[in-house]
């Protein structure tokens, strides 16, 4: 299947600090790319959708000016979390799909990003 | 709207046992339907997923997945489960009828395999 990688794959930082992760889809270009949030033993929170050269949309609930998501590229994407709080401290995962027209297609998912704010 | 029941927490099965993981699903339009598998502290890894065609899906590592259109189900099946089949397993699902494309997750079943 395809790979899609996520950087780091751990950080700790300080609050009011900015933290940005990157996920790449290796071996594909990634027309539409996902991030999700999981708390612990919970499901998947999807936060947003990226489709590549346009603005990502946002679910309900989660502040785009908070959580700025960037894909420039077809095989980039990146989560900045700004002015990081104890309360955003999850782990967050990023999903890749190749084509935004085919709903058929599969997702695939990067190893995720524990961030720890202390 | 859509969603996804995964109506067991946890499910528990002696090695060398078959195992079931249950999904229910509820979409509008065309059910696209897919499970993955998570191992701790790790993304989901693709299991198997149902557009069309034969109920029957099967997908890696042995697993199988029966799409029942009458009981809206898409259980996960294997005939003899390993200790290293272990993890978390996530139902989802998304209409195929519309390129929106966001799948709808279920809360997760927790598969403990004991030796």
């Known amino acids: 299947g395809a790979v899609v990688s996520q950087h780091p794959s751990r950080v700790i930082c300080k609050s009011g600090t900015s933290v940005k992760i990157e996920c790449r889809s290796l071996?594909?270009?990634?027309?539409?790319m996902f991030w999700y949030r999981q708390f612990p033993k919970q499901s998947l929170m999807l936060m947003a959708t990226?489709?590549?050269?346009?603005?990502?949309?946002?679910e309900q609930g989660v502040e785009k000016d908070k959580f700025l998501i960037n894909h420039a590229s077809l095989t980039l994407s990146t989560l900045t979390v700004t002015s990081a709080h104890p309360e955003d401290s999850s782990f967050y995962i990023c999903?890749?799909?190749?084509?935004?027209?085919?709903?058929?297609?599969?997702?695939?998912f990067g190893p995720g990003t524990r961030l720890l704010v202390l | 709207a859509q969603s996804v029941a995964q109506p067991e927490d946890q499910v528990n099965v002696a090695e060398g046992n078959p195992l079931t993981v249950k999904c229910t699903y509820s979409v509008s339009g065309n059910p696209y339907l897919f499970w993955y598998v998570q191992y701790p502290n790790r993304g989901l890894q693709f299991l198997l997923k149902?557009?069309?065609?034969?109920?029957l899906v099967k997908g890696s590592y042995g697993f199988e997945a029966e799409f029942n259109k009458s009981q809206t189900s898409f259980h996960l099946k294997k005939p003899s489960a390993l200790v290293s089949d272990s993890a978390l397993y996530f139902c989802?699902?998304?209409?195929?009828?519309?390129?929106?494309?966001?799948?709808?997750f279920g809360d997760g079943t927790t598969l403990t395999v004991k030796p």
């Open positions: 999903s890749a799909r190749e084509h935004k027209s085919n709903p058929g297609e599969t997702q695939y």
């Open positions: 990226s489709n590549e050269g346009s603005k990502a949309t946002y």
């Open positions: 071996d594909f270009q990634a027309t539409t």
């Open positions: 149902y557009i069309t065609g034969d109920n």
């Open positions: 989802a699902v998304r209409d195929g009828s519309t390129n929106a494309g966001k799948s709808t």
